[in-house]
């Protein structure tokens, strides 16, 4: 399809016309809802997590099929991109199916489904690209299994930072968006038609924002948040400056991230750190400095967006 548009159409335009078509197809596939899914039960753990009660949960289901199909349409498609496509759907599938389930998944069986999907990612990766990272204008060779552990390491904790910040109405998809955006700022050239998909990506999830900006009516559910931070490892990667992501998903990394650090020492090493603070961050700004969601929202906004300045300075 992206042949036969090329030969009428710029690239551009094709990107342009490929962001309306996202957004409208999502639109309407989510104002008319699919109806085998699932409904919010609440979460007691969560802060105000009784008021997700009832609303449709793991739509990540729905704008993830979207963005695929016009990825299939508006790009120029190779054997890779297939490759992290069915992947991207594999991670999302795992998370609705957890979505769906009467009693939530085991972390365990997550975190293996996670190391798997990961291991493949990376392995298919390297298969089709060099192992040369770029810190600043440093170019260093990375040996292929040290390149491999770092890589699933990536994959593993994009995923999971993400899930764990999607906690707020329109939180994640906002954040996502800056960061997806930035990386197509930033790395335009070397990112090609993943610079072009970022954009795809930000069209659904605009439209997602439609429906789960304060106060939501659906939410993307591990279906969504999972594969979000499946997808934005998979361009960080192919950026060829993995360390950016560092910058590129501070607010994730500090938000999601900070819990499963204090998780893991505590669960394994028994050392506990961070006793009067809670975790995910967005909810102890929310309960100990009396932010309201959309403070959260916008705060955090600001402070990625401020980040990816950074980042373009020393890419740049």
């Given at each position: 399809m992206y042949k036969v548009l090329s030969n009428n159409l710029s690239v551009n335009q094709i990107v342009m016309l490929g962001i309306v078509v996202a957004f409208v197809i999502t639109f309407l596939?989510?104002?008319?809802?699919?109806?085998?899914?699932?409904?919010?039960?609440?979460?007691?753990?969560?802060?105000?997590?009784?008021?997700?009660?009832?609303?449709?949960?793991?739509?990540?289901?729905?704008?993830?099929?979207?963005?695929?199909?016009?990825?299939?349409?508006?790009?120029p498609i190779d054997r890779e991109y297939v490759i992290y496509s069915i992947l991207l759907f594999g991670v999302m599938l795992s998370g609705y199916l957890d979505d769906a389930s009467d009693t939530p998944w085991n972390e365990y069986k997550k975190g293996l489904i996670d190391l798997i999907l990961s291991i493949i990612?990376?392995?298919?990766?390297?298969?089709?690209?060099?192992?040369?990272?770029?810190?600043?204008?440093?170019?260093?060779?990375?040996?292929?299994?040290?390149?491999?552990l770092l890589g699933i390491i990536l994959f593993w904790v994009?995923?999971?930072?993400?899930?764990?910040?999607?906690?707020?109405?329109?939180?994640?998809a906002s954040v996502t968006s800056v960061?997806?955006?930035?990386?197509?700022?930033?790395?335009?050239?070397?990112?090609?038609?993943?610079?072009?998909?970022?954009?795809?990506?930000?069209?659904?999830?605009?439209?997602y924002l439609y429906f789960n900006s304060f106060p939501s009516s659906?939410?993307?559910?591990?279906?969504?948040?999972?594969?979000?931070?499946f997808f934005i490892a998979i361009v960080t990667i192919k950026t060829g400056h993995p360390l950016i992501y560092i910058?590129?998903?501070?607010?994730?990394?500090?938000?999601?991230?900070?819990?499963?650090?204090?998780?893991?020492?505590?669960?394994?090493?028994?050392?506990?750190?961070?006793?009067?603070?809670?975790?995910?961050?967005?909810?102890?700004?929310?309960?100990?400095?009396h932010w309201s969601d959309t403070q959260v929202v916008v705060r955090?906004?600001?402070?990625q967006s401020l980040?990816?300045?950074?980042?373009?300075i020393i890419c740049m």
């Open positions: 596939a989510l104002k008319h809802p699919l109806p085998f899914l699932p409904y919010d039960k609440g979460r007691d753990y969560a802060l105000n997590g009784d008021r997700s009660k009832g609303k449709i949960r793991g739509v990540g289901l729905t704008f993830v099929v979207c963005f695929e199909v016009c990825s299939f349409i508006f790009l990612a990376i392995l298919t990766f390297i298969d089709f690209n060099s192992t040369t990272i770029y810190i600043g204008t440093l170019e260093v060779v990375i040996p292929k299994v040290i390149y491999v994009s995923i999971n930072v993400t899930n764990c910040s999607d906690g707020v109405d329109g939180l994640c960061i997806l955006l930035s990386f197509s700022v930033i790395f335009s050239q070397t990112l090609g038609k993943y610079a072009m998909a970022n954009f795809l990506f930000v069209a659904v999830l605009l439209a659906m939410l993307m559910g591990d279906a969504g948040s999972r594969a979000l931070g910058l590129l998903a501070a607010v994730f990394i500090i938000d999601g991230g900070l819990g499963l650090i204090k998780l893991f020492l505590l669960r394994f090493l028994k050392i506990g750190i961070l006793k009067n603070t809670l975790t995910p961050i967005h909810d102890h700004v929310r309960k100990k400095h955090f906004l600001i402070l980040l990816a300045v950074v980042a373009y």
